[in-house]
């Protein structure tokens, strides 16, 4: 390891030193280095550094770099860019190309053992360090192989660590891509015992415009990794400091003054103000310091920006020299001479001599031989304003050409360059190459899971596209396909509508129904099943006559729909059938399998579902092909749903956490939305409400059905009624307006509510609602169990010994399952009413050993209570129960425990909020009346801001009042802060 360390010093990553020394911060500095010597302990830290335009984050991730490589840290440096045509992944790009060009060749190879192949996808120049690879075995699909990337890209990263404590300085970062984002993010989280330290910096503000960068934030402030460090301007002190070393002698305190005014004390702006007033010579040096001559008044007629300044500067260069710089200008930040002597046709001496004039006046630098780089980019982006617009043009093609000629075709499929082919040629006029590049970069970007940045290349494809070029339409299913992953849906839609008329009217059926499943796979995600069944059957009709592999995805959604959504089961099993019977006439042997599982599922019970799901895990394993991503999402879906109905809570937590990891581009809308709600839901039965409240928040679509349901249940859970009621009421009203019924689950949990808030003749009137759906209900149907045990809870609480009788008899052919409560414990309350005490003790004895197992905590307290009513002696049962209910902060069942145990109350039981305020509102009107915005209310409570809006908003009718102010002299009248 010594030795790996003596020749890995060799290798520098460039760090630029400014012109002028470091100035301030010592703060900043103080608790970088903290961070730092936490990384020296073996754990990946994160910090941010915030800031407006030329407050110099940037001088303090070089000023930082430079300290911490003197003590043995490695640092990479890599830049996001706004330059459209950049490619994904950029900052990892520029940080990790530059180590792998120049790292010992020895030190490379061990530390890429295992993951070159990944890692090649976004890093071509390893084949060039290593030599010829052998290929891989099989290639994996796209899914996972992208997991592999951020695994190879983290595993790397963590390799380079060992040998030297690693400082990844990424820049720019409101300008990064969202694939970066989500990288960075898988860092983080899965290599937390690393000796990395990441440093980044964007623009204050920059998390309203990047929506990843924000999604970013709250992911890192929730994981608890991250640190803020807002920069804030210079002090007049520091302001003089950097004055004097500025100019290599002090400066007058009143010209000082004036300085520190127009500059606000923004580093930047003080340089170029400087070096402004001194090429006017408005300053002038007497024997000890600089100044404003006294008879010279203050300039009154300052340059109105620092674009002002630059162009005063620029005026006093040479005029060739200028126009070189705009040529470099439109190449980009950075820029070599060999292209601008091929793009001038002028001699690279001649060029050399100009752009002495350029670096003179610190506008650019040479950090390497023929290599140079604007200092600022306000500076490069400056100098490309003012060219004209078609000169602009014409330059970027010539540039484009040159490039083009100049790579081969190996390096023009690399990211960069395909990216920096890219970006000059769709800013020229070949309508060609535009088209030819943009789609490049598009499947590129694409590739690496940079939705957006593909969406921004299609789009402009499309829009050069005549109306009747026949790509257009293969085009308009690809950007609805995109949006749609997005979670975009009003977009995808009116995308896979223009898609399904165009098709339509160049009579293409085929695409014509391919746009037509989308659409309809998007409005069973909205929950408008009516509509959605009606948008899946037209497609199917479009196929007629044709036998497609595709058709049996189609009529596996429809069975899906009918029978789990509509409770349609014969409907269900013929479609499910005809899936089947297709399959196996196309020789989809895999389909055919999902088909017969999906067709046998609603049936099962007890012992059939362990082989079952043992069987439908093996079928999804072999859906390997990425056509086949949507029926694998479509299987796992059916896996996460008998897991959770065999009591295998954990194994369907594994299962929706491995759907979430390996196939975050489904195709399927509802999948991927409702893998988020069951996370939620099977975090609230295991008693872990915030994580599932941070689930929920995440969700698009927060206000249908399904997701009004989970947090009604967790409400319920929670012992908070009257929020579970209001919820359950909404998600009544949405699940009548999208299913034109009433689902029986949500009916039974709504009179268990109503029945908590002592509504007895609501509770009384879904009952009756459930024993009609139990009438025709038949014992086969997937909704019949959860019927049942909310019907036999409420059975119960009535204490009806006829409707319990009922109740037991028609349950115990699901004895072992979970709906919603276990049923084995349902099943011991009922039969110890029915006075069949050995057989009630047996049901709760298994009910006990799942909830201990599965981690079920609050079905582990019913259980204790049910138990306990079995024993005369039952005190230690009851104060386990209470130890429970204590730490889930359930204060009504620890009450009733109490009182059971006829104990005093240690534990004070909450009073009742002002205005049936519930405990979140609470704790949001306690934010709003400190003065809280939103989003600091959001990320306080891991809320979504839309979450807390509506919390507000139910505030305010509440405590009847109109605004914040009212609502804060509330919260104060009723002491709730």
Not at 829 to 843: D, G, H, I, K, N
Request: hydrophobic share 40%; charged share 20%.
């Amino acid at each position: 390891m010594g030795d790996q360390t003596s020749d890995l010093a060799i290798f520098k990553h460039s760090i630029c030193t400014p012109s002028t020394a470091f100035v301030g911060r010592q703060k900043e500095l103080t608790l970088l280095q903290e961070q730092y010597q936490a990384v020296l302990q073996g754990t990946t830290r994160v910090v941010f550094l915030i800031g407006d335009q030329g407050i110099g984050k940037t001088r303090l991730l070089h000023e930082f770099a430079a300290r911490a490589q003197q003590a043995g840290a490695l640092p990479l440096h890599g830049n996001a860019s706004d330059s459209e045509g950049m490619p994904p992944f950029l900052p990892f790009l520029e940080a990790l190309g530059g180590y792998i060009r120049q790292a010992p060749l020895a030190i490379l190879k061990e530390q890429c053992t295992g993951l070159t192949h990944s890692l090649l996808r976004i890093f071509p120049e390893l084949a060039l360090r290593l030599g010829e690879l052998p290929t891989p075995a099989y290639p994996s699909p796209p899914e996972q192989s992208q997991l592999r990337l951020y695994e190879a890209v983290g595993y790397f990263l963590t390799a380079i660590s060992r040998t030297q404590p690693l400082l990844l300085l990424l820049d720019d970062l409101h300008w990064c891509d969202s694939a970066s984002f989500t990288l960075l993010s898988h860092i983080v989280r899965h290599q937390r015992d690393a000796r990395i330290l990441i440093v980044g910096a964007f623009l204050s503000g920059g998390e309203t415009q990047n929506r990843s960068l924000d999604h970013t934030l709250n992911n890192l402030i929730r994981q608890r990794t991250l640190t803020m460090l807002t920069l804030q301007p210079l002090s007049f002190e520091q302001i003089a400091i950097l004055s004097e070393n500025y100019l290599g002698s002090s400066i007058e305190e009143r010209t000082c003054r004036f300085l520190y005014e127009q500059s606000e004390g923004n580093p930047f702006f003080t340089e170029e103000l400087l070096q402004n007033w001194l090429e006017t010579n408005l300053l002038v040096k007497n024997e000890h310091q600089w100044e404003i001559a006294p008879e010279t008044p203050l300039p009154q007629q300052l340059p109105p920006s620092i674009v002002g300044t630059l162009r005063q500067r620029f005026q006093r260069l040479p005029s060739n020299t200028i126009d070189i710089l705009r040529i470099a200008a439109t190449i980009g930040r950075s820029f070599d001479l060999s292209l601008l002597t091929a793009i001038t046709g002028l001699e690279s001496e001649i060029i050399e001599d100009r752009l002495l004039a350029a670096e003179q006046a610190h506008l650019v630098t040479s950090a390497q031989p023929e290599t140079y780089r604007f200092t600022h980019d306000t500076i490069r982006a400056t100098l490309y304003l003012e060219v004209s617009s078609s000169r602009r043009r014409r330059l970027h093609e010539q540039i484009g050409q040159t490039l083009e000629q100049r790579y081969t075709s190996q390096e023009r499929n690399s990211l960069q360059r395909l990216a920096e082919l890219t970006f000059h040629f769709i800013h020229s006029t070949n309508r060609e190459k535009i088209i030819t590049y943009s789609r490049y970069a598009a499947e590129a970007a694409q590739q690496n899971e940079a939705i957006e940045e593909a969406l921004h290349h299609y789009r402009r494809i499309l829009d050069l596209l005549d109306a009747r070029d026949p790509q257009r339409g293969q085009l308009l299913l690809k950007i609805g396909e995109l949006t749609s992953s997005q979670h975009r849906e009003a977009e995808a839609i009116a995308t896979f509508e223009t898609a399904l008329h165009w098709f339509i009217h160049n009579e293409d059926p085929l695409n014509a129904a391919r746009a037509a499943h989308c659409l309809g796979r998007i409005y069973w995600a909205q929950r408008n099943i009516h509509l959605a069944q009606s948008t899946l059957e037209y497609a199917l009709s479009l196929y007629a006559g044709h036998q497609e592999p595709e058709i049996i995805g189609l009529q596996l959604d429809l069975a899906t729909l009918l029978t789990l959504f509509l409770g349609q089961s014969k409907q269900g099993a013929l479609y499910a059938r005809k899936a089947e019977a297709l399959a196996r006439m196309l020789k989809q042997e895999t389909l055919e399998a999902l088909a017969n599982h999906i067709l046998r599922f609603p049936a099962l019970t007890g012992e059939e579902l362990h082989p079952y799901l043992q069987s439908l895990e093996a079928v999804i394993a072999e859906m390997q092909h990425p056509n086949l991503r949507a029926e694998a999402a479509l299987g796992y879906w059916y896996l996460t749903r008998g897991a959770c109905r065999a009591s295998k809570i954990r194994r369907a937590g594994a299962i929706s956490r491995k759907r979430l990891d390996l196939m975050p581009t489904s195709g399927h809308l509802l999948f991927q939305r409702d893998t988020y709600i069951w996370l939620a839901y099977l975090h609230t039965v295991q008693g872990d409400w915030k994580t599932a409240d941070a689930l929920l928040t995440q969700l698009p679509g927060s206000h249908a059905y399904p997701a009004l349901l989970t947090r009604g249940f967790t409400a319920y859970l929670r012992e908070e009624y009257a929020e579970a009621k209001t919820l359950l009421q909404q998600a009544l009203q949405a699940s009548r307006n999208s299913l034109k019924q009433a689902d029986p689950a949500l009916i039974g949990l709504l009179a268990l509510t109503e029945l908590a808030t002592n509504n007895h003749s609501a509770a009384h009137m879904h009952m009756q609602e459930l024993k009609t759906w139990l009438s025709v209900l038949p014992d086969a149907a997937h909704q019949t169990a959860p019927a049942l045990v909310f019907f036999a809870l409420l059975a119960l609480a009535y204490n009806d010994q006829a409707t319990i009788t009922y109740a037991y008899t028609r349950l115990k052919s699901f004895e072992g399952l979970f709906a919603w409560f276990l049923v084995d414990r349902i099943l011991g309350m009922l039969a110890l009413r029915c006075q069949q005490q050995e057989q009630a003790r047996a049901y709760l004895q298994r009910a006990e050993q799942t909830a201990r197992s599965e981690g079920l905590h609050p079905e582990l307290i019913q259980v204790i209570l049910a138990q306990a009513a079995l024993q005369p002696e039952s005190n230690r049962l009851l104060k386990h129960a209470l130890h429970l209910s204590e730490e889930l902060a359930l204060h009504t069942t620890a009450s009733r425990i109490r009182q059971q145990l006829d104990e005093p109350t240690d534990m004070p039981e909450s009073p009742p909020l002002p205005a049936n305020l519930t405990r979140r509102e609470k704790e949001v009107l306690r934010l709003v009346a400190k003065g809280r915005s939103n989003k600091q209310i959001a990320r306080s409570l891991n809320l979504s801001e839309r979450t807390v809006a509506n919390h507000i908003s139910n505030i305010l009718h509440k405590i009847r009042c109109e605004n914040r102010v009212a609502a804060t002299t509330f919260a104060i009248r009723h002491k709730l802060v």
